[in-house]
């Protein structure tokens, strides 16, 4: 497949048919939730229906196997040695377990910039407010026009009290690429211990974990990499592997095998759906099918081209120059302010048929009334319109996600 354009939406319309999108949905948002292929949706149903029919042969004999094969299949996959990655649920559970292992005392600081994900920042506040440690912010400048300013803007914030700091390889609420190799050269140099938040990096960015010389990474394989919900991974560099323990801790590996290394512990945490860890060989093997640079060239065409429409609609220009090197499959734009004159209708917010509306009142009249979901996300005192661009997505799509905002900020939203 990868000799396909990535501009030929009728040539992409075979790949698209691995998906199964709800008919009365168009699914702009795969970078919040990204649903797996019918390949990986087979595979998971495949060890569910293992471990449901014959639990013991499953659970006891096939499943620390299996589960090892699919650890180091992943770990391949991003450039990473098995022993220093293991499974866990999301990006968020591996954030957790690094933020409950690293040692902080009181006094010490951990630097996170202000597009770092929500959940991530709650996690690195609590675990500061533990030891009495500090989280400081580092302010990007925007726009953002080149790698040196990014990183100095983010040591800036650094003193002799810095341990840790915490970037995302890919920003959620801007969807940024931040230049992570140089960031983490920098923190290398001046001896401080670097985590990746890397959910939005597997599959729609390159990544060799093992060379990037970082010190922990986080990602969750359900974004881009389309695999099953409840499968992420986090990597751990060698030196600290003795500092991670389990949340939840079990037996770690079917007894009477005996605990060897830190990634152990992970392998069994009681009865549980290990269905989504084991289907993402699956979920790699689609992929790469496809081709991961045809993948890369295709979203990002997309991405591209809805993010040129949606500028010439409303004339203000993205945070990141027109360039591979700062976004990838995610257009992100800036929207005017709603009006303030009180003739913007507001829409419902507990009618039974809109289900849970979401918090913003644009994203939400864009799924009520042109059945679209797609995120509308305030940064910095201003909003912007983030859209996911993969494999079952088309221009003609875009265009109705234009023409519908068009319409909607013409009404006053």
Excluded at 154 to 171: G, K, Y
Aim: proline fraction near 7%; aromatic fraction near 8%; charge should be neutral.
């Amino acid at each position: 497949m990868t000799s396909l354009g990535p501009d030929d939406d009728s040539a992409w319309a075979s790949v698209a048919e691995h998906w199964q999108i709800r008919p009365d949905t168009t699914y702009l948002n795969h970078g919040s939730f990204g649903p797996p292929p019918a390949a990986v949706r087979q595979a998971r149903r495949r060890w569910i229906e293992a471990f449901e029919r014959q639990p013991m042969d499953a659970f006891i004999r096939q499943l620390e196997p299996a589960w090892i094969a699919a650890r180091d299949r992943l770990a391949s996959f991003v450039g990473a040695s098995g022993s220093n990655l293991i499974f866990v649920e999301n990006a968020t559970v591996g954030m957790n377990i690094v933020a409950d292992s690293f040692p902080l005392s009181a006094g010490d600081e951990v630097i996170l910039t202000d597009h770092e994900y929500g959940a991530v920042q709650r996690i690195w506040g609590r675990a500061c407010g533990k030891a009495g440690a500090t989280v400081r912010t580092a302010v990007l400048p925007l726009p953002l026009r080149s790698a040196e300013e990014t990183v100095a803007a983010i040591f800036a914030e650094a003193t002799q009290r810095t341990r840790l700091v915490v970037v995302s390889h890919i920003t959620s609420p801007t969807a940024v690429i931040l230049p992570v190799q140089r960031i983490c050269d920098e923190a290398r140099r001046r001896g401080i211990a670097i985590a990746i938040d890397a959910p939005h990096a597997l599959a729609q960015a390159h990544l060799a974990i093992d060379s990037l010389g970082c010190d922990f990474a986080a990602a969750s394989c359900h974004k881009w990499l389309s695999a099953p919900f409840g499968s992420g991974f986090l990597y751990v560099a060698t030196r600290h592997q003795p500092l991670v323990r389990p949340p939840v801790l079990s037996w770690g590996r079917i007894p009477p095998t005996r605990i060897e290394s830190w990634s152990d512990e992970f392998v069994w945490a009681g009865t549980r759906d290990n269905s989504a860890y084991l289907a993402v060989p699956a979920a790699i093997e689609f992929l790469e099918g496809v081709g991961l640079d045809a993948f890369r060239a295709r979203t990002h065409w997309l991405a591209r081209y809805a993010r040129r429409k949606l500028v010439e609609m409303t004339g203000l220009e993205p945070i990141v120059p027109d360039d591979a090197a700062w976004y990838g499959s995610m257009a992100h734009v800036p929207l005017p302010p709603p009006a303030q004159d009180g003739t913007r209708s507001v829409p419902a917010t507990s009618r039974a048929d809109d289900g849970c509306p979401v918090s913003n009142p644009l994203q939400h009249t864009i799924w009520r009334e042109l059945a679209i979901e797609v995120p509308i996300i305030e940064f910095r005192g201003t909003r912007y319109i983030r859209v996911s661009c993969h494999l079952y997505n088309n221009t003609e799509q875009i265009d109705r996600l234009v023409s519908g905002l068009r319409e909607l900020l013409a009404k006053g939203h």
